[in-house]
């Protein structure tokens, strides 16, 4: 049952829900998913989940709109990057509609647990997909479970909307270019803890570079990098015309995860009559954009105030402040996520409860 929560004092940390919701798929064939209030699974000790790191996993918010009514965003994006991951791992996706259903069923099971809109704080839920089968050799489990938990979070930025410094990383790697980095398995983000502990030590978050070359921009701790560059400079004038253009740039790698986020992110820019430019983007080239940010479902946008990179001991400097056009940014996509502007992409389902 539902203690009394103070909203406005969660952060991104686990507070238990009543139900979880669960599914399993034996010889290929889903079960229907039920909802459970035991919150442990019970796993055979030679299961390939455990032992191999057969897992993979996702990451979602419920939103309580200013119209009252809940909203779950492109859920079903999420089923195919699970369904992507499970691929890749040789596990049995679960069926993009029983994915979503699942989802539902956690939402509405929890529903006690969905913050107040005010609040700015929201439902997360993390369906986690495990390989359950038995197998002592090197070889993949056939069967699995889904499993999805909900807890309430707290708003990202529940002050002021504001910068983060990052620090380059070029020592300690997260996922190999032809690996596993575009797929969400747990061993990815175990992989990241020595780099992301070593930033934090020295009071940064980790922008890590590609495993290959250490040259370009791959991902910034768990979220996707944006930079926002003037173009207007490079552009010829044309009288009557006005010459500011920005350019939405994106890193184009083969290790990192396609966040859902920059993707909503890169229509709207499309939209607002950016640039959008998702290719290979050298660590230098930070000196040439005004505007850096971190993205993804924890925190939409999270402005880059500074990027040290400590072996070429150089700082780039993006201001105290986060800058118009990501912020801008950030309430378009936060304005569809809670039913303020209209969605026009058909990015929220409306759940009834
Ligand atoms: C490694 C990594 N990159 C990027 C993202 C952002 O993805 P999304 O916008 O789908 O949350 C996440 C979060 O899921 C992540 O873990």
Known sequence: MKQNIDWNKLSFHYTETDYVVRASCKDGVWQQPYATTDKTITLHVAATGLQYGQQVFEGLKAFRGADGRVRLFRMRENARRMAHSAEGLLMTPPPEDLFCEAIRLALRKNIDYLPPYETGATLYFRPILVATSH?????????????????????????????????????????????????????????????????????????????????YIDECSAANFIGIRDLSPTLPSREGESRSQYEYLTPRSTAILPSITNDSLMTLAREMGMKV?????????????????????????????????????????????????????????????YGRAEDTHGWCEVVEI
């Open 135 to 215: 197998e002592i050799s090197v070889a993949p489990g056939k069967d699995c479970e889904l499993i999805v938990v909900a807890t309430p979070i707290g708003a990202y930025f529940p002050g002021k909307f504001h910068c983060t410094p990052f620090i380059v990383e070029r020592h300690i790697d997260r996922a190999a270019p032809q690996g596993t980095g575009t797929w969400k398995v747990g061993g990815n983000y175990g992989s990241s803890f020595r780099a992301t502990e070593a930033a934090h030590a020295q009071g940064y978050d980790c922008m890590f570079t590609d495993a290959k070359t250490h040259r």
């Open 277 to 337: 430019t998702r290719r290979h983007i050298r660590v230098e080239e930070l000196a040439d954009m005004q505007e850096a940010a971190a993205c993804g479902t924890a925190c939409v946008i999270s402005p880059i105030g500074r990027v040290y990179d400590p072996d070429k001991d150089r700082m780039y400097q993006f201001g105290d402040k986060p800058g118009p056009i990501l912020t801008k940014l950030y309430h378009a996509l936060k304005d569809i996520q």
